[in-house]
């Protein structure tokens, strides 16, 4: 299948985001065009990418002096420490603003990395090479960087966009279909609040997705990718409307930070089972009717994955979870501003619903019933 391309414009960056298999030899290309005046490079790498991978980049980026630098990436490491180290690694090599950076790993590294660029000297050229499915629809675009704190997750960071992101399938070969499934639960949750065709085209084709088949995958990345583009170039400092893409993640948030991040549970699972308890409200609340619900329930039915959901059937397991939803950074209050849902391809108006503390545990049986 062809190689894909989509534009990211809005008033400070411009840059591609390009889909496809094999992309190393356009990598090469785009460096000469986009960072004309690099002369070294540090790759950061994922400590579990294989050995094949970092040889053919250095194959490809010959003519650059190359330094390797690995990141036992987890949410542990996603961290300040981190962060001192890799500046230190770069002032070491000398590294100045129009060299180059590259990140080759999952959403931690990009997050982590993408930090790392933002603040050395305050600010060298990145690149975004995601490896996992979730990072390729969501953490490789819109320019969110970061890292974790003691209190919660991503609460310590920037938005710094970089100059070319390159979603390459073949990082996904090896990829376990826990981690697919981490990253479906991005793609399924873009058509749910914007795309309604997307949605049904995903009933039809989620187990292709799941099993790699590379025509219906490379589709689904590149809508998924249009729809948060979509939202972030209409509010790249997510003051208003980018916000919707936090449909589930206000409960997803706090079900891992509950868990401290366990490998248990995945980002991608805790947002499947967030997103149902969102609309579940959202029946609750009288926003959408329990039809919409119902519709959600199916396409986790069919595809086996409503297990990340039926832990939630109480409400002392819903309101375990209420000391870390009062830490989601999108609250700027002493009340918990939820996305709902009002119909598949539209939520409401993010600070539309604010909950307090008292009555969301007043709430929680019913939202354990549904």
Not at 275 to 289: D, E, F, G, H, Q
Not at 336 to 348: H, W
Request: hydrophobic share 40%; with cysteine.
């Amino acid at each position: 299948m062809k190689n894909q391309e989509i534009k990211f414009n809005d008033s400070c960056q411009r840059y591609s985001i390009i889909i496809g298999n094999n992309l190393f030899g356009v990598l090469q290309k785009k460096i000469r065009l986009i960072c004309p005046n690099t002369k070294q490079i540090a790759i950061i790498y994922d400590s579990k990418v294989p050995s094949k991978f970092r040889d053919a980049l250095k194959s490809k980026l010959r003519n650059y002096k190359i330094t390797f630098l690995k990141f036992n990436a987890n949410e542990k490491t996603k961290s300040f420490k981190s962060v001192e180290f890799y500046i230190n690694k770069l002032l070491q090599g000398n590294f100045n603003r129009s060299d180059l950076v590259i990140a080759v790993g999952g959403g931690i590294v990009g997050d982590t990395v993408g930090f790392v660029a933002s603040i050395f000297k305050r600010g060298i050229n990145f690149i975004n090479l995601p490896t996992t499915l979730l990072a390729q629809v969501d953490s490789a675009i819109g320019g969110k960087t970061g890292i974790n704190s003691i209190y919660g997750k991503n609460l310590i960071g920037s938005f710094y966009q970089p100059k070319l992101v390159l979603s390459d399938t073949s990082f996904l070969n090896s990829l376990p279909k826990k981690e697919m499934i981490c990253g479906y639960a991005e793609i399924l949750k873009h058509s749910i609040i914007k795309d309604l065709n997307f949605f049904k085209w995903l009933k039809k084709n989620t187990k292709k997705i799941l099993s790699k088949n590379k025509k219906e995958l490379i589709h689904a990345i590149k809508k998924s990718c249009e729809i948060k583009i979509f939202f972030v170039n209409k509010d790249v400092n997510e003051k208003g409307i980018r916000m919707m893409l936090n449909f589930g993640h206000t409960f997803a948030h706090a079900i891992e930070a509950k868990n401290k991040f366990s490998k248990k549970t995945t980002h991608g699972e805790a947002v499947l089972s967030g997103m149902i308890l969102a609309t579940r409200l959202s029946v609750i609340k009288k926003v959408c009717s329990s039809s919409v619900l119902n519709q959600l329930k199916e396409i986790y039915k069919n595809n086996s994955l409503s297990y990340t959901f039926k832990n939630f059937s109480n409400a002392n397991k819903i309101n375990s979870l209420i000391p870390y939803l009062k830490n989601d950074k999108k609250n700027n209050d002493d009340k918990i501003n939820f996305i709902l849902l009002k119909r598949i391809g539209k939520t409401t108006l993010p600070n539309k619903f604010k909950i307090s503390i008292s009555k969301l545990k007043k709430l929680s049986k019913f939202i354990a019933r549904y």
